[in-house]
């Protein structure tokens, strides 16, 4: 069994916010930024993991897990938020709930040139599609704001991403063997 890599409190949080609002349902693209709550919920009985090809297929198991009776939640990378646009106009036309929690490349020390345009589209691109977008930019607030989100979501009916700060995920390096 490998061993757990460290983490932030700011992940626990996400985790725990995302339990506590009985998320049922946690679809993902595997992403290091996400990689602790990915752990959290594969390893606790009332969550499921499920591991997507691409981001756009978490938009369909959200709205499925909805439709079905389950709140589920999106993690996804900013450079998925350009694979997602057609099918969050599912979102809006049906008026499902609905959670996103997004990490941000191509930012805050980005090595990666590749990275940097969806990074700078991101946010427009969400809010063009009618998803309301709330942004972390310090650990201290992460909890909080997720906990918003999440009741935005499944309260108030909302569609809502939480951009996570690449700042808050820390310099990415490119390593070359």
């Known amino acids: 069994m490998s061993e757990e890599q460290p983490h932030s409190p700011w992940q626990e949080d996400i985790f725990n916010v995302l339990k506590q609002g009985n998320i049922r349902q946690v679809a993902y ?29 978490g938009v369909a198991v959200a709205s499925g897990a909805w439709l079905g009776g389950e709140r589920a939640a999106l993690l996804m990378q900013s450079s998925g938020v350009g694979n997602c646009i057609n099918m969050m106009s599912l979102l809006q036309s049906c008026r ?29 691109s969400m809010e063009l599609m009618g998803i309301t977008v709330l942004r972390a930019e310090r650990a201290d607030e992460v909890e909080d704001i997720v906990s918003a989100a999440l009741d935005a979501a499944f309260e108030g009916g909302e569609q ?14 490119w390593i070359r063997n």
């Open 96 to 124: 499902f709930p609905f959670l996103s929690l997004v990490t941000m490349r191509g930012e805050y020390a980005e090595f990666n040139p590749w990275q940097v345009p969806m990074s700078k589209a991101t946010q427009g």
């Open 29 to 57: 693209v595997p992403d290091a930024g996400h990689a602790h709550v990915i752990r959290r919920v594969h390893a606790e009985p009332s969550m499921r993991g499920i591991v997507l090809t691409t981001e756009e297929e």
């Open 160 to 173: 809502v991403a939480v951009l996570l700060s690449q700042s808050l995920i820390g310099r990415k390096k």
